[in-house]
C-alpha cells in the first residue's frame, strides 16, 4: 500500500502506528477517509490534516485489547472496525504466547482488509448473509498440540465463509519451519490471509454464478475431481504434481480450487507491492534485455490497473527488490516467474475482481461474466 502521513507532522509512519514517533500524537487509520487521524485537543476529539474533525471512535479492540489502530464512524452501528467485525473467535488470551502472536495475526489482517476496500471487492459479515451472499468471518485459535508437540491439531483453512487460522502460524520460527518442510518459497501470515480470502471469494464470486463457473474450469480446470484424492496425491510418496511454469506456486498444482486461491493471493501480491512503490514516487533506470522497459515507474493505480500494467512493472520492480534483500544476506522478496499461463490466470482474477467491485448485496451475487 501506499505510505501514509501523520496528519499532525506530515511525517510518514507505518500502517501499523499507534502513536507519531515524530509529533507523539496518538493516531487511529480511519476507513471511511482512507488516512490516520489525530487525536488532538485533550484527547478529545480526532481531527484530518485539514484539521476538521471527525464522528468516529476506536475500535473496541482496542478498547479492550490493544491489538487493532483503527477507527470506527460513531453511526456504524457497531463497535468493531471493518476488520474486527469480521471476527467470530478469538484465541485464549490466558496463555502468555497468545497475545503478541494474536497482535500480529490482526496486523496482517488488516493489511489484507485494506486491499479488499481498495479493490471494492464485496466484505459482508456473517450477519449480513442473505440468501446465496456468503459472509466472512474468523477463527484465529490456539492450538496446544503444536506448540508443546509440534504436530498441529488445527487446521488453517476456508469453509463456508469461515477461515480459520492456527495461531502457530503467528510463530516465526514454527512457521518457518512448516516453509521448509512442504517446500513452499514463501510462506507469512499475510500470506495465508490473501490465499483463504480467495477461497472465500471462490465460494462468494463464481460458484454460484454458472456463467462464471464455466469461465473459471476454462482457466484452472474442472474443481468437482475429488479433493481429497488430489491432496494425497500432491503430497503422496510417489510424487504427485510436478510445479511448472502453468502454477504459480507448487501448492497451486494440487487441485482447481488451490490453484485459484494461490493465484488470488499472488495478485493481491502484485497490486499492494506496486501501490507501495508507487506511493513513494519510485522509478528505475531503463530495465534492458528481453523483457526491457524503457523507464520502470508505478505511475498508475494499481487496485485499478490492467494485468499488463500489473505484470510489466513487475518483472524489473522485482529484480530490484530481489537484489536488495540479496545485499541485505536475505532470501528473495519475490520468489516467483509470471509465465504466460500464470499471467493468464492473473488476468481472471484481475477482470473477475474489476467486474466485482463494489457487487450489492441483495440477495444473488452480481452477475460476473467471463
Known sequence: MAPYP???????????????????FTLGYDPGSDGFLFLGDGATTWRGADGQPHDVVVCANNNEYEVCNWLVGTDDGTPFCRACRHNRTIPDLTVPSVPPRWRK????????FHTLIHLGLPIETKAEEINKIQGLAFDFLYDPAAEEQG???????????????????ADDVQRERIRRDMGEPYRTLLGHFRHEVGHHYWSRLIETDPAELDAFRAVFGDETIDYAQALEAHYGPDGGKVWTDDYVSFYATAHPWEDFAETFAHYLHMVDTLATIGGFAMRMSPFPGPESH??????????????????TQMVPWSFALNATNRSMG???LYPFRLSPAITNKIDYVNRLVTKARGAPATGQPSAVAA
Do not use: W
Not at 501523520?6 to 507523539?24: M, Q
Not at 524503457?294 to 505484470?311: C, G, K, N, R, W
Open 151 to 169: 504436530q498441529a491439531q488445527i487446521t488453517t483453512g476456508h469453509d463456508g465463509g469461515v477461515i480459520t487460522l492456527n495461531l502457530i502460524e
Open 6 to 24: 501523520c496528519p499532525n507532522c506530515k511525517r510518514l509512519v507505518h500502517f501499523e502506528v499507534r502513536v507519531c514517533p515524530a509529533c507523539a
Open 105 to 112: 495475526i490482526e496486523e496482517a489482517k488488516r493489511r489484507m
Open 330 to 332: 536475505q532470501p528473495d
Open 294 to 311: 524503457p523507464e520502470p515507474i508505478v505511475d498508475f493505480d494499481p487496485y485499478a490497473a490492467s494485468t499488463e500494467q500489473l505484470s
